[in-house]
Nanobody
Framework: QVQLVESGGGLVQPGGSLRLSCAAS????????MGWYRQAPGKQRELVAG???????NYADSVKGRFTISRDNAKRTVYLQMNSLKPEDTAAYYC?????????????????????WGQGTQVTVSS
């Protein structure tokens, strides 16, 4: 069983920054592939960023150059640094983990490939 605890969401003005954190427990963190999804009201869920056990990353086109995903295996935590935030980034953000298989080089891009989801943290970008 894996437990995920997200933090760092909130209200920020356009152009501002936030850093989301996701602390994991219950399994060997260093071999887990992880990511962040988001879902806005009335929109489809989308993968924002993913990171493999080997440190490979992948980003949605809409956030490239603005968001950075990283992991600290010693702290069992994955981060999402979000800069230059836009109103369209407003959504609930979910930390995800695949505890079943590890892909060293290739980021998993299908929601079905992640078997644990956090409770979600709300990010609102508004003036």
């Amino acid at each position: 069983q894996v437990q995920l605890v997200e933090s760092g969401g909130g209200l920020v003005q356009p152009g501002g920054s936030l850093r989301l954190s996701c602390a994991a427990s219950g399994t060997i963190f260093s071999i887990m592939d992880m990511g962040w999804y988001r879902q806005a009201p009335g929109k489809q869920r989308e993968l924002v960023a993913g990171i493999t056990s080997g440190g490979s990353t992948n980003y949605a086109d809409s956030v490239k150059g603005r968001f950075t995903i990283s992991r600290d295996n010693a702290k069992r935590t994955v981060y999402l640094q979000m800069n230059s935030l836009k109103p369209e980034d407003t959504a609930a953000y979910y930390c995800v983990v695949d505890s079943r298989t590890t892909s060293y080089y290739t980021v998993k891009t299908s929601a079905d490939e992640y078997n644990y989801w956090g409770q979600g943290t709300q990010v609102t970008v508004s003036s």
